[in-house]
């Protein structure tokens, strides 16, 4: 998804041997949501495991088993939706889908609600540094969506775009890329 160390990243660039801005690959986009699903997963099963010893009825049991269900398959929802919303909005410049995602980080917060319902349910340190590790590869995807939606805003001519997209500062590199590249590197 990106660069960890806050530098949003510097990659060379095999062509010129120059460094440019990075820019998010929709593999490694991919990969980071596959890796988010893995450790979300994992944290489930976790915190499911715990919560068959914990409750003592049935019952609890399977209304604690149900809450994790849902609160991971939520959480799984609302990352590929945000996960499409950029890819639509990259390959379209469509203002609906950068608007889909804003709405989904500013007002709908399926994600947070998601991790909030998985804390709660949480029954030991190892299933909640599970969720917060898993939590910290969804952030920095979302940061690498955001950077990816600010290249294509820009690489279409967009004039007026909302928070966050419109903080993401552009390299020098990225800056002077014509508008089919900008497309491109957010694509990739």
């Given amino acids: 998804m990106f660069g960890r160390s806050g530098d949003i990243g510097q990659k060379e660039s095999k062509q010129s041997g120059k460094i440019r801005g990075f820019a998010p690959s929709m593999r490694a986009i991919v990969t980071v949501a596959v890796i988010l699903s893995f450790l ?4 489930v099963l976790y915190t499911m495991q715990e919560a068959l010893k914990t409750y003592g009825k049935s019952g609890e049991k399977s209304a604690a088993y149900d809450q994790c269900q849902r609160a991971t398959q939520d959480l799984m929802d609302a ?5 499409e919303q950029v890819r639509q909005y990259v390959n379209s410049g ?3 889908f950068m608007d889909g995602y804003l709405a989904e980080l500013q007002t709908y917060h399926r994600r947070e609600n998601a991790v909030e319902e998985l804390r709660k349910a949480a029954s030991s340190e190892e299933a ?3 969720l917060e590790e ?3 590869y969804s952030d920095d995807l979302s940061r ?5 939606m600010r290249l294509a805003a820009d ?3 967009t004039s007026s775009i909302p928070e966050p997209f419109a903080q993401v ?6 800056s002077s890329l014509s508008p089919e590249q900008k497309r491109t590197l957010a694509h990739d």
Avoid: F, K
């Fill in 144 to 148: 690498v969506e955001i950077r990816a």
């Fill in 79 to 83: 990352s590929d939706y945000l996960t």
């Fill in 169 to 174: 500062e552009l390299s020098p590199q990225e």
């Fill in 94 to 96: 469509d203002r609906q």
């Fill in 40 to 43: 979300l997963a994992i944290v």
């Fill in 128 to 130: 909640t540094a599970a």
């Fill in 155 to 157: 690489s279409y001519g």
């Fill in 134 to 136: 898993a939590v910290r």
